[in-house]
C-alpha cells in the first residue's frame, strides 16, 4: 500500500533553516504530483507547496514564496521541502501527501507528518 513517511522536522530559531523530506514506497513515485501541507494548533490544515511529476513545475502559497524551495528526488523516491528564513508563524505540523488527479489537485493519500517549531 502507498506509505509516505516524512522527516526532518524539529526546533528552530527564527530565521533559521530546516529540510523536510518525505520517503514514498508501495507507489510508482515518479508517475505523481506530489504537496506540501501544514497545520497549526486550532487551525486549518494548509496548502504550502507542491511540484509535478517530473519536477519542472512548482506551486507556492503566497505566504512561503521566496523562503521554502519544494523538490523531489524520482530516483530515490523522495520529496523535499527546504525551508529558509523561518518564522515562528511556519510553527505547524507539516504533511505530504499524493496528487492522485492528473488534471485538478486530489491529494488521496497523506503522511503522519513531522513536527516543526520556530521560536522567537
Known amino acids: 500500500q502507498v506509505q509516505l513517511v516524512e522527516s526532518g522536522g524539529g526546533l528552530v530559531q527564527a530565521g533559521g533553516s530546516l529540510r523536510l523530506s518525505c520517503a514514498a514506497s508501495g507507489l510508482t513515485f515518479s508517475n505523481y504530483g506530489m504537496g506540501w501541507f501544514r497545520q497549526a494548533p486550532g487551525k486549518e490544515r494548509e496548502f504550502v507547496a507542491a511540484?509535478?511529476?517530473?519536477?519542472?513545475?512548482?506551486y507556492y502559497a503566497d505566504s512561503v514564496k521566496g523562503r521554502f524551495t519544494i523538490s523531489r528526488d524520482n530516483a530515490k523516491n523522495t520529496l523535499y521541502l527546504q525551508m529558509n528564513s523561518l518564522k515562528p508563524e511556519d510553527t505547524a505540523l507539516y504533511y505530504c501527501a499524493r496528487d492522485g488527479s492528473a488534471s485538478s489537485p486530489d491529494f488521496d493519500y497523506w503522511g503522519q507528518g513531522t513536527q516543526v517549531t520556530v521560536s522567537s
Open positions: 511540484i509535478g511529476w517530473t519536477g519542472d513545475s512548482t
